[in-house]
């Protein structure tokens, strides 16, 4: 069996992996490199020929796990891709909503339309939890891992030799899904760094809002909140009806104004065997909202005068409606902006939470008057400690730990504190680097 790393090597997105055994290929995610400066790399030519491909198995939804299938089978892959049901309901939303926008912000060529990732779609299979899958000369199995709904442990055997793959490992107590179980061994292990060198930080992030939001009012001002769609939006959602559960806010009108969060939302509660909501409390704590699905409803929000909340996309100000509602309301002082996730450099929201005094929007420039605040302990990413408890559960030692996803401090210091506290053999691998697993 040998392991190709063809994406988050050395860096954050772009997560794919190639698997080979006898006359069989397949692929551990098959996701878009987002970084700017790397995205000109999802128009390079695999080192494969995807009809030579005999399946993809998911971790999860995101794009950089995902995000490229579309222009594989394009390409000419025509397997089969595997995944849990959570994950073929929310890639049925991510990766037409990616396709429309390769459609929308390429000049020329798209990498891929919305028409390319619906085809995508048509090869995609579900299969059950801890259900053995054969294709050709290997297995393979789901374990749920608690990061979003849908997410799995990816477990690859050859009937002599086991790899587990992390995917994105989830944080051990996390607001509204169950915690990830503990793997007690494998052979090999693919190991996610994003948080490799930080430790999040402590404190509760509902009080934390709950303080932003009455500061926010007591102005006579609006708070807008960036945030992604699949999760963190759920998690913000879920915050606010325990404020406003204990009275602790105001009553003021809440709007989800994004679509696809909005059908990520209604698709949540399907799923609360992996929710740590019972079915009736997730219906009402999702329901505290006003959706604005169209544009119509979105450009009203703008004509607000009192205090509102509105949680809109994209989780990095990097497009979507968020940038409209800047327009109107960032070089206001009454206004707060709050950013409840990572923001990757060379982002507008990265700018933002490190100062900047302005910010170009569509071609205009804006003052930034309104205070810009960070909650930043709803990560849905393990940090370094809680990676390495989460490692320290294995009763057999892996032969080889593969650490990829992360930027290069990121990767190197989980690397050295994982040889530091378990002595095992742990390796950064570079882009197409290659490893016989005997």
């Not at 390769?102 to 000049?107: L, R, Y």
């Amino acid at each position: 069996m040998k392991i190709t790393f063809l994406g988050a090597t050395e860096e954050v997105t772009g997560s794919m992996n190639l698997i080979e055994e006898k006359n069989t290929k397949i692929l551990v995610d098959c996701g878009l490199f987002q970084d700017k400066k790397l995205r000109s790399q999802n128009w390079r030519r695999l080192p494969v020929e995807p009809s030579s491909i005999d399946a993809i198995v998911l971790t999860h939804a995101h794009i950089d796990h995902t995000g490229y299938i579309p222009r594989l089978v394009k390409n000419g892959f025509r397997g089969a891709i595997y995944c849990s049901k959570a994950t073929y309901k929310l890639s049925s939303i991510l990766l037409l909503d990616s396709g429309r926008l390769h459609e929308k912000e390429t000049d020329g060529l798209p990498l891929y339309t919305e028409e390319d990732a619906a085809r995508s779609l048509r090869f995609f299979k579900v299969i059950d939890y801890d259900a053995i899958v054969s294709v050709g000369d290997l297995e393979i199995n789901l374990i749920r891992s608690g990061h979003i709904i849908g997410s799995s442990f990816v477990v690859v055997s050859n009937g002599k030799k086991t790899i587990t793959f992390s995917g994105d490992l989830g944080r051990p107590h996390p607001l509204i899904m169950k915690s990830p179980p503990h793997v007690k061994k494998t052979d090999f292990l693919v190991i996610e760094s994003t948080y490799g060198d930080t430790l999040h930080e402590q404190g509760d992030p509902i009080k934390e809002l709950g303080r932003i939001v009455n500061e926010t009012v007591a102005q006579g001002g609006i708070l807008i909140i960036p945030a992604f769609s699949v999760a963190r939006t759920q998690d913000i959602l879920y915050c606010l009806y325990r404020l406003k559960e204990k009275n602790a806010i105001p009553k003021i009108p809440i709007f989800l104004d994004s679509p696809m969060a909005i059908r990520v939302t209604d698709l949540f509660c399907d799923f609360t065997e992996e929710l740590s909501l019972s079915q009736h409390l997730c219906d009402d704590i999702f329901d505290i909202a006003t959706d604005t699905p169209t544009v119509q409803q979105s450009k009203r929000l703008d004509k607000l005068k009192r205090s509102a909340i509105i949680i809109a996309g994209s989780g990095m100000a990097t497009g979507g409606r968020v940038l409209h509602h800047f327009k109107h309301f960032i070089s206001d002082d009454k206004n707060t902006i709050l950013f409840v996730g990572y923001q990757a450099e060379d982002t507008e929201g990265r700018a933002l939470v490190e100062g900047a005094k302005e910010i170009t929007i569509y071609d205009k420039r804006y003052k930034v008057r309104a205070k810009i605040k960070t909650i930043n302990t709803l990560s849905a990413h393990a940090d370094y400690n809680e990676i390495l408890e989460w490692l320290s559960y294995f009763k057999t030692t892996p032969q080889k730990v593969f650490v990829t996803h992360g930027e290069k401090e990121a990767s190197n210091s989980l690397k050295e504190k994982i040889k530091e506290r378990f002595g095992w053999t742990v390796i950064i691998p570079k882009y197409s680097e290659s490893f016989e697993l005997d």
